[in-house]
């Protein structure tokens, strides 16, 4: 199942925020070992420029829950997420999973 986490960006915050795309995806795979399976972080390149977005994969969705479980109860990650919370609209936070494919 892919994942993508996609997110909007205060006007004029997008720099800064762009600092911690690599910062997360180095913590999660610190604080989850064995069950980190790799991130991509992403951003826009075209119209509306205030949007990042972190994709990664799990072969369930139990696995995805897990994993968010283990980052929640980190008071290093929640930390992070705190740093970051500024940058961020409250409107526009969402996470979005693959459903189907078709080859």
Known sequence: MLYHRIIEIKPG???KA????PKFMELAKKI???????????????????WLMWK???????????????????????????????HVTNAHDHVWVQVAEVS
């Open 32 to 50: 989850l070992g064995e069950n980190y399976k790799g991130m991509q972080f992403l951003t826009k390149v075209h119209g509306n420029l205030g």
């Open 18 to 21: 762009m600092e911690f795309g």
């Open 13 to 15: 915050h997008v720099a």
């Open 56 to 86: 990664w994969e799990h072969e369930s969705m139990d696995q995805d829950m897990a994993n968010q479980m283990q980052l929640n109860q980190s008071d290093e990650w929640q930390a992070m997420i705190d740093e970051f919370a500024p």
